[in-house]
């Protein structure tokens, strides 16, 4: 091209060095990568004290200077791994993490990057117009740069912004390095990134910058829009904005009054935001002047008037209230690379602006030079006759205050979704909380109505927890979790008339003891099968049991071929133990052995609940990873449930000793009816409040609230010993939702979160969302989203369980029925 320019000849960069930029004109750039908080985690109050911060950060820049902060918003894909130890260790775990790396595999999310320039100008620095840009000249440094007061000045004012900003606790800062800033041979720097529109994972490329006919960089075509004139600004402003999609006609979602232009736009696009601070006191004499020459001219236009009047109310508002004179300047460079998109990015940056009651001005004759000042380090040669004259406190409300959400990087914890696109996020309910000192434990409370999608996420976090080395307990009401337990080989305990429960409490493992635990385990069985609630336990009673399960214990060791069960106990008691209370003439009165057995006769071989103690198989619990107990046919039965609940406890609490550094987790789903009875809530109780100390945590599962409060024992315990509560659609509770709120010490802004669940989900895609609170201090919504593997595992349509059922007898196992069902679901879609 007879045209081109080498881009080298006009840079404006003279060096990086020292972590700074330095332009040919003498313009000395401290940069910064910047951590923002997470769209839609802010309170209406949060967004003020986040405003303020960056007024007062603001403030402290010396006179002549520039804060330049720029919002990279790049279109990516995520990436799936195949190649993690979850889909290479355990077939069946490995099967479902594999499934659901690929559902996710490539799926869009906008990929976000902020960062912070702070220019200083040498004083006496030439101001740029659109006339007079850097893209046509160059100069030579200015003595005042050359003197170390002037940098080592300059740094202790960024040092001051950085550290008000910090303290804040809204954003983290990161001063960039040379190779950040700069590049090397293996990354891309800064400033080629904006010269050739490139992402940080792409290898250095050039690319030809054309600027003639329109702003095209490579393949890519560039549009500029930029809120530069009071004419096409907002009537008002604010810290924050009303995001009605989530709003409710209670409750109003908020999120930063610039956010429409940053996470929200959904393109490749740079939000450019510019606040310029020079001579205050010289920018007001020149107002007061120009107010002086507008009020002469009055008389001849009333826009004249109009004008005197605004430049009047701005110097007595500067005056009175101490504002602080800017020039601000905001600008959306987006891109396509497909020329028919040019249309479709205008109409979603006119939307963008409309929801800030703004209009679009698109840059054609000036882009050229507001896309070359936005140049990191090239701030001060920005075109000043494309700023207008506001306060700090105004033009603030123009920066975008919020990105998208963050992975944790702990080991342990579960994939959700994005709120906005869905992409898979890692998140951490147990570990990191309680090392920020957010959690003081891992207990959990999940409340959800019935198809608000409450055992999808269960089973999705039950089943993470399980993959990642966790011992599980459930207690279930419902055959929710049969489909994941038989896909992981765990033990399922429920009962039915051909094949009714089966335990066996007496069992003991090889190279385990009858410790003390066990035996007051064995004893509390005991008098639950034999006294009723309103009975009295006489002292002799339980010291006769005592001795009772020694003996029989003594028996065992004496006898390695008798079978440890119900009924060679009872044997014992019948046999030896009669004849031992008979030798010391123990009294009737103090011990009714006769009754004792009487009572017991029924749990005895071919008795009516002969099954229920003297299982063969299924008894090494202590080691078994994942186990179901499954009520729904005993929950109303006065004798099998009580005592299958006390088993339940005994197991995991055998588990929560003994299995010393290894996690554990009970999650109780619908256990109202347990709850409700004292001998449980007591047990409950206990393991709220201890399971912490055994890296162990406690769930409980409920549709109504009502059931946590109709148990006064237990209603306490868990709300105040559950620091992660979980929350699923409430809309149908929105008009009492206050109840909810008070019970479980819910802030207003955790309230506007939950009602705004499920609000305005993709309707292209399948999935519910998900309240999570921390503490009290960290809340957020997130996608439940799975694969359509995942879907038939969990599912607990009666119609798509039998479906799953019938095609793991065809295939052979559940595994690959689920697979082979899953196949021809998408077949049929396709087709």
Known sequence: ???????????????????????????????????????????????????????????????HSCFHKQDWYIEDTYQADFNSKAQLGNSATGFLSGASERFFNERPYLKHQCYIFLTKKPQGRRTSSSAYSGLFRKSIVPQQVLKQGFIDDFADKANQFERILQDSSFVKLKRLSEDELAGNQQKTGLLERYCFLLDEAERPILRDIQLKDELKIGNQYCQLYSLSETEYLPALCGSRINYDKYSTDRTKCSTGFASPLGQILNCNHIFNQYIFIDDAAKTL???????????????????????RDATHDFLNEAISQQRLPVKAHFNILAWTDNPEHKKELKTLISSALAQMDASPKQETDGAPQIWWAGLPGNEADFPMNDTFDTFAEQA?????????????????????????TGKPIHVDLSDEPMKLGICTNRNKFILGPSGSGKSFFTNHMVRSYYEQGTHILLVDVGHSYKGLC??????????????????????????????????????????????????????????????????????????????????????????????????????????????????????????????????????????????????????????????????????????????????????????????????MAEYIKYLFKTVRKFFGEAVIVTQEIEDIISSPVVKETIINNSDCKILLDQSKYQNKFDVIQDLLGLTEKEKVQILSVNKANDPNLKYKEVFISLGGQLSKVYRTEVSPEEYLAYTTEETEKIKVQQYTKKYGSIQNGIAMLSRENKESIVK
């Open 396 to 420: 603030c409300c123009f920066l975008n205050l919020e990105t998208s959400y963050r992975s944790s990087i702990s080991p342990i914890g579960i994939r959700l979704g994005d709120r906005l």
């Open 486 to 679: 038989e896909l992981v080989g765990g033990y399922y305990f429920t009962y039915d008339e051909t094949n009714p429960i089966r335990f066996n409490p007496f069992y003991i493992s090889k190279g385990d003891i009858l410790d003390t635990e066990k035996k007051e385990s064995l004893k509390s069985l005991i008098l639950a099968l034999w006294k009723k609630e309103d009975e009295v336990l006489e002292r002799p009673e339980y010291v006769a049991l005592s001795i009772a399960l020694q003996g029989y214990y003594e028996k065992l060791l004496q006898n390695p071929d008798l079978f440890p069960c119900f009924n060679t106990f009872y044997d014992y008691l019948k046999n030896e133990f009669a004849a031992e209370l008979k030798a010391d003439n123990v009294k009737e009165k103090h011990f009714d052995l006769d009754n004792l057995l009487y009572v017991l006769k029924p749990f005895y071989k071919d008795g009516e609940f002969g099954y229920l103690l003297n299982a063969t198989e299924n008894l090494e619990l202590l080691n078994e990873r994942f186990i179901v107990f499954e009520l729904d046919n005993i929950k109303d039965h006065p004798i099998l449930f009580p005592v299958v609940t006390l088993i339940i406890m005994e197991t995991f609490i055998s588990k929560m000793r003994k299995l010393k550094g290894i996690r554990k987790m009970i999650l109780i789903e619908e256990a109202w009816k347990a709850i409700a009875k004292e001998g």
């Open 285 to 307: 004499k020149q107002l007061e002047s120009k107010r002086l020459r507008l009020q002469s001219l009055s008389a001849y236009s009333r826009e004249n008037a109009i004008s």
């Open 1 to 63: 091209m007879a045209n081109a320019i080498e881009i080298e000849k006009m840079l404006p960069i003279y060096k990086v060095e020292k972590n700074s930029i330095l332009s040919m004109f003498g313009d000395i750039t401290i940069a910064y990568e910047v951590t923002l908080p997470e769209i839609f985690t802010l309170s209406d109050n949060e967004y003020e004290a986040f405003h303020q911060a960056w007024i007062k950060a603001i403030r402290v820049l010396p006179q």
